[in-house]
């Protein structure tokens, strides 16, 4: 449902017939919905200590969105949040909706008014900062909020713990779900141990993700493919292109490789060895299947049995348990 705000500002009735209409406030760890208030655009403060203008949670800003802009062309969506504020007036989220407000001319409207509370708070909230981050990544719900990202949340959490004793992954999974951000416990798992991987590692090894090991080797003018040996999914993906290359060309297939999850120097020796070993393991196979497959005067060395039965209504189990036409 759609409330039409007038531009210069709403009359009393309208303001009580919106408060009446909004859904239940935003419930945040460490936060105290006060009351709705209604204010001019131009009296609320949208920077921070630093002058930025931006949520500070967001790595690339609020960006642009015409949607939002469109829908709120409309008046006010009361299936939505409101953007909030807490006290000084200073917007505590709602960033593209306050621009967007603006740009359709808007002079005043509604914010839902927050202050810190104490009682609530978690264990990962000690300065004023990190109440107004947490609210800010939280607050994903309001009418043209963007769920925030798992690159902003790594960034986020690398901030938080950067100053905090226990950076285990265990310490930064607790933050993440205290952030209530619907997520999975996998999810959650998969960030907490990024961050704490990335302060494990720091003044011993030297990150390098697949696109960074690539760059540096351009940089370098070294013509060669990248191989990550955190595992050996890697070297079987790697090995197919290095016969393919032998075939067609005739030639050695150069590479250098990386460990892009290693935290200490033991695991990046391990990742060597075991690629090298993995590889030489790969080519000594292909080179005794080759001398079978010739002894059997190049005879397939499979055989489809056929496939399960899974298209519904036009094939069914047969007999031997395999699809059968219907």
Not at 21 to 36: M, N, Q, T
Not at 93 to 106: D, H
Not at 268 to 284: F, K, T
Not at 292 to 319: D, F, P, Y
């Amino acid at each position: 449902m759609f409330i039409k705000i007038p531009k210069k500002g709403a009359p009393a009735n309208t303001r009580k017939q919106v408060e009446a209409a909004l859904p239940e406030p935003l419930v945040v760890a460490g936060w105290k919905f006060v009351r709705y208030v209604w204010r001019r655009l131009d009296q609320v403060n949208t920077k921070d200590a630093d002058g930025n203008s931006d949520n500070t949670v967001r790595i690339g800003g609020t960006g642009v969105n015409d949607v939002l802009k469109t829908s709120l062309a409309k008046g006010l969506n009361t299936s939505k949040l409101t953007p909030s504020i807490f006290p000084d007036d200073n917007l505590l989220n709602g960033f593209n909706r306050y621009k967007n407000l603006a740009l359709n001319e808007y002079e005043e409207w509604i914010f839902a008014e927050y202050e810190i509370d104490q009682s609530t708070k978690t264990e990962f909230q000690v300065t004023k900062q990190d109440f107004i981050d947490d609210f800010r990544a939280a607050a994903n719900g309001g009418d043209g909020a963007k769920i925030i990202t798992k690159e902003e949340l790594i960034e986020l959490g690398r901030k938080r713990f950067e100053n905090r004793e226990d950076r285990s992954k265990k310490a930064i999974a607790r933050w993440v779900h205290s952030l209530d951000l619907n997520l999975s416990n996998e999810q959650v798992n998969g960030i907490a141990q990024t961050i704490s991987k990335d302060f494990a590692r720091r003044g011993f090894i030297n990150s390098f993700d697949r696109d960074e090991a690539e760059a540096h080797l351009a940089s370098k003018g070294i013509g060669a493919d990248v191989l990550n040996t955190k595992d050996n999914t890697r070297t079987l993906r790697m090995f197919p292109k290095i016969m393919r290359n032998y075939v067609n060309n005739g030639t050695i297939f150069k590479y250098v490789d990386f460990h892009s999850d290693a935290t200490t120097h033991k695991e990046i020796d391990d990742g060597r060895e075991d690629s090298q070993n993995e590889l030489l393991i790969m080519h000594n196979l292909c080179m005794d299947y080759a001398s079978s497959v010739c002894k059997n005067h190049g005879k397939l060395s499979w055989q489809r049995l056929g496939g399960l039965s899974q298209k519904i209504g036009s094939e069914k189990e047969g007999t031997d348990g395999l699809a059968v036409d219907c």
